[in-house]
């Protein structure tokens, strides 16, 4: 399959409607955010918990690699890598792409914050923000993108784009769940949610 065509392929894959996701149970504001120990791409583990005692944490989730928006979404919050420092705020994406893929768009995008693989959605799942594919759009991702094979798993599950501020007592501050993954988080408004906290 030539270079076009897994383009074309993927622009079909994102104009797909999930508009049917179910974003009723997601954790909220003045929830408590709930732990997770993950591993980057380098398969160092990363402890939610551990992070909030040095600061505040962003918690992001992307679809993968392979979705336009979400390297966009991941840009912006590179650029703004700096001002959440200087804030004394953890970054951290997460992703259910297996770690190969994960580092292919650490390095793609040139991020410096931490991206975590989130096995078959399991934090995710925990946080309200995962969703099953319907049929005929599983099968179509897989066809062109092999998304087992990228996730390590046969679930066709994706999690929504979502972004969560989350306090060093562990306090959700500020909550973006989103069932339109064209629409993603403003780094500016996580930044103005930040700045209240401090």
């Not at 939610?48 to 989730?61: D, H, P």
């Not at 770690?99 to 650490?106: I, K, V, Y």
């Not at 897989?142 to 094979?149: K, P, T």
Request: hydrophobic share 35%; charged share 25%.
């Amino acid at each position: 399959m030539n270079v076009k065509k897994i383009f074309l392929g993927i622009l079909f894959l994102v104009s797909v409607s999930l508009y049917s996701q179910d974003v009723s149970k997601a954790l909220k504001v003045g929830d408590k955010a709930i732990d997770f120990t993950l591993k980057n791409a380098k398969g160092e583990e990363v402890t939610l918990y551990s992070l909030l005692e040095k600061g505040n944490v962003v918690i992001t989730w992307y679809r993968g690699g392979w979705c336009p928006y979400c390297n966009v979404a991941l840009s912006q919050l590179q650029e703004k890598l700096p001002e959440f420092k200087s804030l004394n705020t953890s970054l951290v994406a997460l992703t259910p792409e297996l770690p190969d893929h994960s580092l292919s768009t650490q390095e793609k995008n040139n991020l410096e914050f931490e991206v975590l693989t989130d096995i078959n959605n399991q934090i995710a799942r925990k946080y309200g923000v995962v969703f099953k594919l319907d049929d005929t759009t599983a099968k179509r991702y897989e066809q062109v993108l092999q998304l087992s094979s990228r996730n390590g798993t046969n679930s066709s599950e994706l999690p929504v784009p979502a972004t969560y501020v989350i306090d060093k007592k562990g306090n959700i501050r500020y909550a973006f769940v989103n069932p339109d993954y064209k629409v993603r988080v403003n780094p500016e408004e996580v930044i103005e949610e930040l700045k209240k906290i401090r």
